[in-house]
């Protein structure tokens, strides 16, 4: 299931997330995760598991000052536990900035993870659904490069 509808990010910018916060919280079914990681096992049951690979999710949304776009670390946690009481602390920690003080996140640093769920859930990779659980996700450190020319075609004139 989508949570974000298609577009809203391109209509609303940052604010689609909290606009469209309201129906997901409906619509979002609980579930359980075992995430496997080199050093261990956990399961917990959740209604959003955020993996990210950077300072920020959701474009401006600050997770932490840990891993940086290129280090090779991931930053594995729960938007609250199951109950919507749990998920809305989380999510108000997050926009504050603040959510590694809320024990509700299960917040990890870790190079790779095995995702599995009880039931198959969809996996949406960067606003865009993937495909369905279990994935396996590792950061690769450095293994995007972009290249600019000095003129791009297409691009508008710098005059």
Known sequence: MQLLRVGAKQRFGIWAWPLEMTRALQVA???TVTLTYPDGRERYGTRQLVVANGHTIAGRLRVTQGPANQDGLLEVFRLGGPSMGA?????WHLCRGQLLR???????VVREVHIATD???????????WRSTPV???????????????HVEGAPSPN
């Open 119 to 129: 039931v198959p859930m969809p996996v949406d990779l960067d606003g865009d659904l």
């Open 136 to 150: 396996f996700c590792r950061a690769l450190p450095n293994a995007l490069r972009v290249l600019v020319g000095e």
């Open 87 to 91: 998920l809305l602390r989380t999510t």
């Open 102 to 108: 809320t024990h509700h996140a299960r917040y990890r």
């Open 29 to 31: 079914p609980k579930f």
